[in-house]
């Protein structure tokens, strides 16, 4: 199975998908979208196919979301979209597409829906806290 993950190598959370991605064996096409960039027709059919908004998408912590005047409810999803385009760190991350779907991974064991394998019980997040437990079981983050 092809995953894409759109990934931020400065954003913890990010860097734990990822990992979980590579522990479950599978070798993920990583976009560094603050690099690359996005396109208008590509946040679109990301956020449509993970049934979020952009405003759902909408990073608001440590990024420019409240300067740019972003927090206000009026402002409207197009806006919000010409936003993210001109400043790619407003999109919220690790968003991660495969043939079972496209989520927003936050937190970080929201991948585990889309994948068909996990990682090897026990897994922990790269700050210590178990996500999997020895059993196998999905822990509550």
């Known amino acids: ?13 990010s860097r ?35 049934g979020i908004t952009p405003r759902q998408a909408l990073r608001t912590s440590k990024s420019p979301t409240e300067e740019l005047g972003l927090l206000d409810p009026s402002v409207s999803d197009a806006a919000l979209l010409d936003a993210m385009l001109e400043h790619p760190v407003l999109v919220n991350r690790p968003i991660v597409a495969c043939a079972n779907g496209v989520k927003l991974c936050r937190p970080s064991g929201a991948i585990l ?14 700050d210590g806290a178990l996500l999997i437990d020895e059993l196998g079981h999905r822990l509550p983050e």
């Open 16 to 50: 734990n998908v990822l990992q979980i991605i590579r522990d479950a064996g599978y070798d993920p096409v990583v976009v560094e979208y603050l690099d690359t960039g996005w396109t208008r027709p590509q946040l679109q059919a990301l956020f449509a196919a993970a």
């Open 113 to 126: 829906d889309l994948l068909d394998n996990w990682p090897p019980a026990p897994w922990a997040k790269e």
């Open 1 to 13: 199975m092809e995953i894409v993950i759109h990934h931020n190598p400065a954003c913890g959370t």
